[in-house]
């Protein structure tokens, strides 16, 4: 009897540690026409590991949602709520790299058919699990434009496992160090005033010309246009960016601008002020 009860105890602890070694899920919302579940686990980023959790939208044929500026056809940007979390210190929200998306209202910048934005969790004691608590926002859009909403919460234990989901999905994400052969890069850039009429002008050197696209981000809410492409050839892209187009450059001048650029091997992104 008492050989049967620690057979019993072992049998659950390990089930215990086996189930902390896992990632972990939420179930899946159920929305127009699309589901959201909330992930987490951990990945390991510029060789350390870190703890990670995702929002994963997926979506049916020919619907799409929108990176963290919709585009020029406007749209929702995703907007994360953690607020009812527990032990949860800090998050930041990481995009991995978004395509530019034409339809007849335009063009706008995000993702189709499935994505999940990582967040990078720090916690108040790592000795402890994370309840994570999350809400999002974000936009839908095929023939019409819809908001949604999605809420979940999926506990995190101090050992929680490795998510291939994550490390997925990480690797698609823009860093400020392009590696070498791989990922598109900024050459130059200039700000062109010659005509009259200001412009960015952008050379990024790129593996795959035929696929490469740039983005510009300013802060706040700052709109900046798509860029254009005005040049692409043996290794490089050229990009001009119209700042008499619903935009004041003084409005811009002085501010860090987040140049994405993203290709058909790679993506990377750097920081330039216009002075």
């Not at 795959?208 to 809410?221: H, I, Q, W, Y």
């Not at 043996?234 to 003084?250: H, M, P, Q, R, S």
Request: charged content about 20%; aromatic content about 6%.
């Amino acid at each position: 009897m008492i050989k049967q009860s620690f057979a019993l105890l072992l049998l659950s602890t390990t089930m215990a540690w086996g189930d902390a070694a896992a990632p972990v899920a939420s179930d899946w919302v159920q929305g127009y026409d699309t589901k959201t579940r909330l992930i987490a686990g951990r990945a390991v980023v510029d060789g350390q590991q870190k703890l990670y959790a995702g929002v994963e939208v997926a979506m049916p044929k020919g619907w799409k949602t929108y990176w963290r500026v919709p585009g020029d056809a406007g749209g929702v940007p995703p907007e994360f709520d953690w607020k009812g979390s527990q032990n949860l210190a800090a998050t930041q929200v990481l995009y991995p790299a978004p395509h530019r998306l034409h339809d007849k209202a335009g063009d706008a910048v995000g993702y189709k058919d499935n994505v999940i934005f990582p967040i990078l969790l720090t916690p108040k004691d790592k000795t402890k699990p994370i309840v994570l608590h999350g809400k999002v926002d974000y936009g839908l859009c095929k023939d019409i434009c819809i908001p949604a909403q999605a809420e979940f919460q999926v506990s995190i234990p101090p050992g929680v496992g490795i998510s291939s989901e994550l490390a997925d999905t990480l690797a698609d994400v823009p860093q400020q160090h392009p590696r070498a052969g791989i990922d598109p890069k900024l050459a130059a850039w200039h700000l062109d005033k010659s005509s009259g009429k200001p412009k960015l002008v952008l050379n990024v050197e790129t593996a795959s010309p035929d696929t490469a696209d740039v983005f510009v981000v300013a802060p706040g809410d700052t709109y900046v246009p798509l860029p254009k492409r005005v040049e692409g050839g043996a290794g490089k892209a050229a990009f001009e960016v119209d700042l008499t187009n619903g935009v004041d450059i003084k409005d811009l001048e002085g501010k860090p601008l987040t140049v994405t650029m993203v290709d058909g091997k790679g993506q990377s992104e750097t920081t330039i002020t216009l002075e």
